[in-house]
């Protein structure tokens, strides 16, 4: 337990994730990429499940076009989108997790 100078307690923060030390200053720059395409795909259509490898290769793709100097679009914000899509479908839907059956990979 913290217990604070006015005599307030609450639990000690231990293990529990600090979300303040991620770069806020990115997120509206990932909005603004979901917001765009809202109209082509919908409102949290990936909550219905995407494969991961899709999301991966989808990430790939615009990180090369972002590499190779691709104004056409913001890569970077859609391939870290891209990136989140995969780590919730790791968190979120167990059957998505398709990427580690690639035979491609090393083991």
């Known amino acids: 337990m913290r217990e604070f100078t006015t005599g ?3 639990d000690d923060e231990g293990d529990k994730p600090d979300y303040t030390i ?6 509206p720059r990932l909005a603004r990429h979901l917001s765009a395409n809202e109209a082509k795909y919908g409102r949290h ?3 219905k499940g995407i494969p ?4 991966a290769r989808s990430a790939f793709r615009h990180l090369v076009a972002w590499t190779c100097g691709d104004k056409s679009e913001d890569h970077l ?3 870290a989108v891209n ?3 995969a780590i919730y479908m790791q968190e979120m839907h167990e059957g998505r997790r ?3 059956n690639d ?3 090393v083991k």
């Not at 991620?22 to 997120?27: R, T």
């Not at 991961?52 to 999301?55: G, K, L, M, Q, R």
């Open 83 to 85: 990136l989140l899509f």
């Open 103 to 105: 035979p491609r990979c």
């Open 52 to 55: 991961v490898s899709a999301c």
């Open 22 to 27: 991620l770069p806020l200053e990115a997120f």
């Open 8 to 10: 307030a307690v609450r």
């Open 77 to 79: 914000a859609a391939a």
């Open 45 to 47: 259509n990936y909550q």
């Open 98 to 100: 398709d990427i580690n």
